[in-house]
């Protein structure tokens, strides 16, 4: 390194014009950077929608779920197909292996599923992905204000949506939900049947009316014309009049019914007939009139023929108005903030943005920008605070100067990597940036204070530049690598975690290489330029008091030094030749550890606060959308109430929420309330749980939304073959975990079950009346589903028909006309039973879960006593059982780091193993590791913080700190040993070390200050969590103040097993003189180390008078 330092010397204005323009390149990317709250994660699952209208669950399962799960079993890379089916809606979820393409996966499912046959009246299959980019970036809810909802429909789709289509990164412009015009058919049904009609004639009239259709082609002379046959509906009174029954098919039906041949047929006398009478008879008229054909029956004989409204996907209500959303996803290359930016823009181009019923629900660049900005705001004062610090160690304006070139050089040349890497600008990015500032300074602090105390040593500034770079170049590089060794695995060990921590750490490790380079080329040159003779005149003058200890011992002891040095001087003597003390010392240490992480709450992730309130309610099977949507009104009266609630959306038996298709449930109501203050959200829950549970019981919950995993969920899933057997396991389940008061919600599968009313066809009686039962279920599913049958005119407004709802609602149902004199009563029984809401299935088998919702903020150690108390349980034989949500959530993503850590451990030992050319060196870095865990722990503890993924990311930090110190003050040792003995040399590599150590932790430590605290955050809250500050602030101070002794007791300790007798005693420093080191570096002339066994004694009588 010493000739890349001397070129870069001698090169000054070279590296300056480079640097600068790092920089700018850095600032010119930044402003290019996509912003986005989260990365763009792909899942390794394909989810799959078919709907199968009017079929209850079991009949979805064995007629859709099971052939789609037979269809897709064996695609390459397919490792489970879950199937779930519900009222009218099948669910297929296959997931892949982690590493697999997910466009090709999707494709192979596409091209498998067209070799799948399902039955007739079937849906086509809905093919979906999952990403965060498919959620809405930004959402508008448009309300009724005079109730007209197809009047707000019509302008959303013909004014907004296509004002925002073509919006800068918007990829769709998607209307969900709204009302639409209709011509509604109401059949009645008694009607029906005294004319002796069906449900199917109607539907065959209809259709029949409404045709066109090519005929074919005619010659015209020499020209060939095609021929267009077309019939079509145009007006209301057209559907009255249309004719469903013609004169003579009326009179046919008469006469067949009363037994009589129709017209054109032949009388058949009857077989026998009576004597003749002698009474003679009236004489018939020689012409009898003929009979008066019966009318025709029109479709307004039978049935109400309306203009009617339709809301389009479910019920929606925003603040008690009839509602519709506006969705805009955002490209997946698209900048979410300026995809805001300009959406509001072309809101306000049309007036929109003053109305008072177009409001704005979700932004995601909101909460990116109070997430940025926050971490920006921190990171900042973070940055300024530890300059102060070094203001403070140095003494000096000129060399803190020096060190905060540091950070935004560093900063802005992680940004452009992140450019070139094509990673984004989000919380993860960010949250790399911030807990790199700790870092970023640490190299610049030791290559500047080594110059620093070389310009003490009478060095010109370039002479100091040139020396200490290169005397600490050894040790500053392989520290860095031991701390790019400690972040990079997370991004590259596998599993979902891995790549959703991806971009930090590779922000970190760009970030930390950055302050690397700098450190090497930019800070010698600056020291060069910036410490003049007259700094270093005032370094000279500020360093207190100097030693002559030859040129190999440093000239000046720090003030810092000053009380550090006898107390490891003492530490040595008195443990050095105890193995046993220093054996159960560390059993000690252990036990605490252990014990700590016992204590400490642990849960999954947390985003932290946000402005939006989600959760549903829960309403018995069965119960219609209307009924459902008149039940939580109460609900939506109570939240519009709380004053610290902005906004109220209730969605019913809707299929689309959030940008996803799913099955529809009429009896759930999903809500989301948007609060005025983020930081009230959790009052505001629990104030609304409360009321939750005094309406609905247990049928409600709430919870603050996070966009980061999900944190306080636990399920276990039962698996059997024996569906009564599984139902029993379930109530088993259930019963255990309701006794749980840390658990709330607990739900079945299987705990309700819905009512449905079973048809049993008789195939004779229906054979005898002309029908079979496949014309009866036929008939049954056109009563009770309303179906499209056409549309009205040109302008294509949809005709359905349907059966009176009274007329089924009143329990008539057996009187449906099936045919002439022909009622469902007559052909079939009706029985009311009892089925599941769902059926699921894993791999063909099928599976129970039972869901609860984790109340303690350990939920970890909830979820751990929820799964013992189910394993306890004697459940029956052939039920297996396997626990989910939380607990798995938290094992899996523990695991993985766990992996990382093990990782990042292997690489740093062999850096160290490289680096110092033994093993044994390495061994007592690595045990300074423990010594963060204790005091990061602790400090979780006592502040009441949980034990998550951000809190095991400042695990890793620590540990990249506490290693690079312990680097510095071995590496001292080993480059110093000679001439010495090792405890001289120990309390040497002390005394000039102490500073930068102290330096780098207490800078790290102050920049986090801002994080721990919270005073400069809005409440957007961030992966840079309390938890995360906490542990690092925890573990640096346990680390550095037992590093400073525990790594040199170790070192001596190791190095005495390896060659089996001390070199000279442990020097005596006195705490009253620290000129008293002087003799104690030289006490190895004096022989046998008597000289320093004479100051030794006089040490400990300094410390009895004292």
Request: glycine residues 8%; neutral net charge; contains cysteine.
């Amino acid at each position: 390194m010493h000739s890349i330092v001397s070129w870069c010397l001698n090169n000054r204005p070279v590296v300056v014009l480079f640097s600068l323009v790092l920089m700018g390149a850095g600032v010119f990317s930044t402003f290019k950077l996509n912003q986005e709250l989260l990365p763009s994660v792909e899942f390794p699952s394909v989810f799959i929608l078919v709907q199968d209208p009017g079929a209850g669950p079991e009949q979805v399962d064995r007629d859709v779920s099971k052939p789609l799960s037979e269809g897709l079993t064996g695609l390459p890379r397919l490792k489970h197909v879950q199937t779930i089916a519900s009222q009218g809606f099948s669910t297929v979820i296959l997931t892949f292996d982690l590493d697999s393409s997910l466009k090709e996966d999707q494709d192979n499912t596409n091209q498998r599923l067209n070799q799948v046959q399902l039955p007739s009246g079937v849906g086509k299959p809905l093919v979906q992905t999952f990403s965060f980019n498919a959620i809405p970036s930004m959402t508008y809810t448009l309300a009724a204000k005079d109730g007209d909802l197809v009047r707000a429909t019509r302008e959303a789709n013909d004014v907004i949506a296509p004002a925002l289509t073509g919006a800068t990164g918007s990829a769709q412009v998607k209307v969900s939900g709204g009302a639409r015009e209709r011509v509604l058919i109401t059949l009645d049904g008694a009607k029906l049947a005294d004319k002796g009609l069906s449900l199917q004639q109607v539907q065959q009239a209809l259709s029949g009316a409404n045709v066109d259709l090519p005929a074919g082609t005619t010659l015209d002379a020499d020209k060939t014309l095609p021929v267009q046959a077309s019939s079509s509906l145009r007006t209301i009174d057209d559907l009255k009049n249309l004719v469903v029954v013609s004169s003579a098919e009326q009179a046919a039906g008469e006469q067949a019914a009363a037994g009589q041949p129709a017209a054109g047929q032949a009388a058949t006398p009857p077989a026998s007939s009576p004597a003749p009478s002698r009474t003679p008879a009236a004489r018939p008229s020689p012409n009898p009139a003929p009979a008066a054909p019966p009318p025709a029956v029109r479709l307004g004989d039978v049935a109400k023929v309306e203009l009617d409204n339709q809301q389009a996907n479910g019920i929606s209500r925003t603040n008690g108005l009839a509602s519709l959303q506006i969705q805009v996803i955002r490209a997946s290359n698209g900048n979410a903030v300026t995809l805001s930016d300009d959406v509001r823009q072309r809101i306000a181009k049309l007036k929109l943005d003053s109305r008072d019923d177009l409001q704005l629900s979700t932004d995601s660049a909101v909460d990116i920008k109070a997430s940025l900005n926050d971490l920006v705001h921190e990171g900042l004062i973070g940055a300024g605070l530890a300059i102060l610090v070094i203001f403070l160690f140095l003494g000096s304006l000129r060399a803190t100067l020096v060190t905060a070139v540091s950070l935004p050089t560093s900063v802005l040349v992680a940004l452009l990597g992140t450019s070139i890497g094509g990673f984004s600008l989000n919380v993860l990015t960010l949250a790399g940036l911030t807990i790199a500032v700790g870092r970023i300074v640490d190299d610049a602090i030791v290559v500047l204070e080594n110059s620093y105390r070389h310009l003490q040593q009478g060095e010109s500034p370039t002479d100091a530049a040139l020396h200490g770079a290169t005397e600490v170049s050894s040790a500053v590089i392989s520290s860095t690598l031991t701390s790019v060794a400690v972040f990079l695995p997370i991004g590259v060990v596998g599993g979902i975690i891995s790549r959703f921590f991806l971009p930090f750490s590779v922000t970190v490790t760009i970030s930390l290489l950055a302050s690397l380079l700098v450190a090497l080329t930019l800070i010698p040159v600056l020291v060069s330029f910036i410490l003049s003779a007259k700094a270093r005149r005032q370094a000279h003058q500020a360093g207190g008091r100097h030693i002559n200890a030859g040129a190999t011992a440093p000239e000046h002891v720090s003030r810092l030094a000053r009380p550090y040095i006898p107390v490891l001087a003492w530490v040595l003597r008195r443990f050095y030749r105890k193995s046993l003390v220093v054996a159960v010392a560390a059993l000690a240490l252990i036990g605490v550890l252990v014990l700590t992480y016992a204590a400490v709450p642990k849960n999954f992730f947390d985003l932290g606060g946000s402005a939006y309130i989600t959760g549903n309610i829960s309403l018995p099977p069965g119960t219609t959308s209307t009924a459902t949507s008149d039940r939580v009104k109460a609900f939506e009266a109570a939240a519009r109430s709380d004053p610290d609630v902005k906004t109220v959306e209730v969605t019913i038996a809707s299929s689309d929420f959030g940008g996803y298709t799913g099955s529809v449930s009429e009896n759930d109501a999903r809500f989301n309330l948007i609060v005025k203050n983020k930081k009230s959200a959790d009052q505001v829950r629990q104030r609304l749980q409360s009321k939750l549970d005094e309406l609905y019981g247990k049928g409600g919950t709430i919870g603050v939304q996070s966009f980061g995993p999900p944190s306080s969920a636990f399920s276990v899933s039962l698996s059997g073959r024996d569906p009564n057997t599984l139902r029993a396991a379930s109530d088993q389940v259930v019963a255990k975990l309701s006794q749980n008061s840390d658990l709330a919600n607990v739900k079945s599968d299987l705990t309700v079950r819905q009512p449905e009313t079973l048809v049993s066809v008789d195939a004779n009686k229906a054979a005898e009346r002309g029908l079979t039962p496949n014309t009866v279920a036929f008939a049954l599913a056109g009563v009770l589903n309303p179906k499209d049958v056409g549309t009205l005119g040109t302008g294509g407004t949809p005709i359905t028909l349907r059966v009176d709802p009274s007329y089924v609602a009143a329990g008539k149902l057996a009187d449906l006309p099936l045919g002439p004199g022909t009622t469902l009563k007559d052909v079939a029984t009706m029985t009311r039973t009892d089925a599941p809401t769902t059926v699921t299935r894993v791999d063909g088998t099928q599976q129970v879960t039972v869901n609860a919702d984790v109340l303690a903020a350990d939920t970890q150690g909830a979820s751990t006593k929820a799964t013992q108390s189910v394993q306890s349980l004697q459940l029956p034989a052939g039920v297996s059982i396997s626990t989910g949500g939380t607990q798995n959530d938290i094992n899996d993503s523990f695991q993985q780091m766990f992996i990382a850590i093990g990782v990042a451990i292997a690489i740093v030992f062999i850096i160290l193993v490289t680096f110092f050319r033994s093993v044994a060196s390495p061994f007592v870095i690595l045990g300074a590791m423990p010594l963060a865990l204790i005091g990061g722990l602790l400090a979780l503890y006592f502040t009441h913080q949980n034990l998550g993924l951000p809190a095991l990311l400042g695990v890793l930090m620590v540990f990249g700190i506490v290693v690079s110190n312990a680097i510095l003050l071995i590496d001292f040792v080993e480059r110093n040993r000679a001439g010495r003995g090792l405890a001289e040399a120990l309390v040497l590599a002390g005394s000039v070390r102490i500073r930068p150590i102290l330096m780098t932790a207490v800078a790290t430590i102050v920049a986090l200050v801002p994080v721990a605290t919270g005073f400069a955050s809005e409440g957007g809250g961030g992966l840079i969590s309390q938890s995360l500050a906490v542990v690092v602030e925890g573990g640096l101070i346990s680390s550095t103040a037992l590093t400073l002794v525990v790594v040199p007791i170790l070192y001596s300790w190791i190095k005495r097993r390896g060659h089996h007798r001390y070199e000279t005693a442990p020097p005596a420093i006195s705490v009253a003189d620290p000129r008293s080191l002087r003799p104690s570096l030289d006490g190895n002339r004096h022989g046998n180390g008597n000289g320093s066994g004479r100051v030794w004694e006089h040490f400990r009588e300094e410390t009895l008078k004292r």
